[in-house]
Nanobody, 126 residues
């Protein structure tokens, strides 16, 4: 059984920074691509950033490119999302997820992930 636990969310003013962490259980974390998604009230869950199993390739949604950075530490079974220059429109529940199938490049679509964390709230005030 895989468990993903996010942390690091909170309330921050516009222009501020937060770093989200996602700790994964299981010894095979390093073999899987990972992703961060977010969902605002009344909206669909959309990909924010994704990273390949090696960490060598990454993807960012246009709305966060240049402001957010995804990274992973396979020794700690953890994936991170560094969020800088936060905007009110970044307010959402943020979820980390593990991609289906091992040894894959990053994945961008909701249905390409099979394990999800419980989510962490990020609120950016103006």
């Amino acid at each position: 059984q895989v468990q993903l636990v996010e942390s690091g969310g909170g309330l921050v003013q516009a222009g501020g920074s937060l770093r989200l962490s996602c700790a994964a259980s299981g010894r095979t974390f390093s073999s899987y691509a990972m992703g961060w998604f977010r969902q605002a009230p009344g909206k669909e869950r959309d990909v924010v950033a994704a990273i390949s199993w090696t960490g060598s390739s990454t993807y960012y949604a246009d709305s966060v490119k240049g402001r957010f950075t995804i990274s992973r530490d396979n020794a700690k079974n953890t994936v991170y999302l560094q969020m800088n220059s936060l905007k009110p429109e970044d307010t959402a529940v943020y979820y980390c997820a593990r991609a289906r199938g091992d040894y894959s490049d990053y994945r961008r679509r909701f249905y390409e992930y099979d394990y999800w964390g419980q989510g962490t709230q990020v609120t950016v005030s103006s």
